[in-house]
């Protein structure tokens, strides 16, 4: 069991030492990222805005030939409201004359909006490619600056997560598991030393005995407050 517990503080070791990499590349990951990502969703959202504007000009197109034959028809109407006989024709072309001038009101309506929104979704286009230019320029200076980080600490980097896959591999799968699952909820400590009779994590006094038994390093005891996995810090004997 020393072995292990050995294993463990080796362990969190390095991941502390890749956490200071990481640290030293402060917040340019996520900037990074969060760029990127919106970046993506503009241009997207350019594409689509583009390919709407696209089909209401088709539709616009559709719509004018409809309303060209509608206004030809209006016309013949018109005309043959002037060479009926009977009230009864009369009042039938009539009838006929205003549902063509409904649908042609209607179809003009309909081409007014879309000259409206090819208008407004034009102006929007022309907002997302000034937004795209700027999160290109910006994501562009982030990444090289971002790049020159990671290519400054690489080399550390890289011999660390080797010692890294070197002491995992004195761990068991289980024990790796609990480790990083203790990391993970504790802000990246999962070990924790007895200092004083007390837990280096949460600052709880341990009682006498298993501070004992802690020091004996013959098994893995948690903290009962924390939770963390504590171990005998020889530095202080």
Known sequence: MQK???SLIELQEIDLNLDKVEEERGDLPSIVEKIKTTLEKKKTLLIEQKELITKLKVD??????ELGSLKVQLKKYETQLYQVKTNKEYDAI???TENVKKKIDDLENMIIESEEKIENLTKSNDQIQFDIEKLSTD???NNVALQEKISASSEEENLLKNEREI???????????????????KKGIAVAYCNGGVCSGCFSFLP?????????????????SC??????????E
């Open 4 to 6: 292990t517990l050995y």
């Open 60 to 65: 616009s197109k559709t719509i004018e030939t």
């Open 94 to 96: 009539a009838n006929e």
């Open 139 to 141: 994501y562009d200076e």
């Open 167 to 185: 002491v995992e591999k004195k761990l068991t799968n289980q024990q790796i598991n609990a480790y990083q699952r203790i990391r993970s909820a």
């Open 208 to 224: 006498p005995q298993k501070v004992v038994e802690i020091r004996s390093m013959k098994k893995l005891y948690h903290c009962e």
């Open 227 to 236: 939770g963390r996995i504590l171990v005998w810090d020889k530095n202080k």
